[in-house]
């Protein structure tokens, strides 16, 4: 039996940008990750799942730091959940830049993510 958790939209304004303007007045972000548990019992407990407020806290904290590329800040976001939440069988997360400074271009998005 597959066991999985999602968290979707969660949004957070970050100086992130490969031009100094949108690091200064920050980007709109979305992240949207997947947690795929490896225990097959029952979940009761907060201990047997993820603390989704903790992840939230993992991300504005990240967040926190200038990044040019959304690669990067995935890979930083992704890097202490993983440390935090190692025993999943699988991560993933995706980061998706927001109304990015291209004339039409509405997002885009960094996938990261493990497999057993």
């Known amino acids: 039996m597959k066991k999985i958790l999602q968290v979707h939209n969660f949004r957070v304004k970050a100086p992130l940008g490969f031009y100094e303007e949108e690091r200064i007045l ?3 972000l979305r992240f949207d990750l997947k947690f795929c548990f490896r225990n097959t019992q029952s979940i009761e407990h907060l201990d047997q799942t993820i ?9 504005r904290r ?7 590329l959304i690669e990067r800040a995935a890979e930083d976001v992704y890097k202490e959940i993983e440390n935090r939440f190692g025993n999943l069988a699988r991560i993933e997360l995706i980061l998706s830049k927001l109304n990015p400074p291209i004339n039409g271009l509405g997002s885009t998005s960094f996938t990261i993510g493990n497999t057993d």
């Not at 603390?51 to 991300?59: K, L």
């Not at 990240?62 to 040019?68: F, I, L, T």
């Open 62 to 68: 990240q967040m926190k730091n200038e990044y040019q």
């Open 51 to 59: 603390d989704y407020e903790e992840v939230c806290a993992i991300i």
């Open 26 to 28: 920050g980007t709109e």
